[in-house]
């Protein structure tokens, strides 16, 4: 028998964990669209065919790796490992960071996809020692 007890708010490092997942798959579609068809509709405003410093197709690139490390980090947070809530907030922290970059071309998606890195911040900052107690 255990003398601690669970908390109720374990659950929220569980859910940062499965939106970590979801947002790590958004960014690989999304990398994926810009490293296959830079001209398409999904950059239509990027005229010169650069957003910011970076050629569209690098873009895709960084999201595309961010993305899978999102996921993959996403799968060990839900485990419960200490180390993948440290690297979480890091990688979610620059994925937002990196979104306002493409606002002006998708500004709902760049929007949802900020909003949600501020929620498994703020879940994995505050409630993730909770996930090590269950």
């Known amino acids: 028998m255990s003398n601690t007890q669970q908390s109720g708010w374990a659950g929220w490092a569980v859910f940062a964990g499965v939106v970590l997942i979801i947002v790590g798959a ?23 065919g650069n957003i910011w410093l970076f050629d569209v197709s690098a873009w895709g690139w960084w999201h595309l790796i961010v993305g899978l490390v999102l996921i993959l980090v996403g799968v060990f947070v839900t485990r419960g490992a200490t180390w993948a809530r440290t690297i979480a907030v890091i990688i979610a922290s620059l994925n937002a960071i990196s979104q306002l970059a493409t606002l002006p071309y998708q ?5 949802a996809i900020i909003g949600l890195d501020v929620v498994i911040i703020y879940a994995l900052v505050v409630h993730g020692k909770e996930l090590r107690r269950s």
């Open 26 to 48: 958004i960014n690989a579609i999304f990398g994926l669209a810009g490293i296959v068809g830079p001209d398409n509709a999904l950059y239509a405003n990027a005229d010169s």
């Open 107 to 111: 500004p709902l998606l760049a929007l």
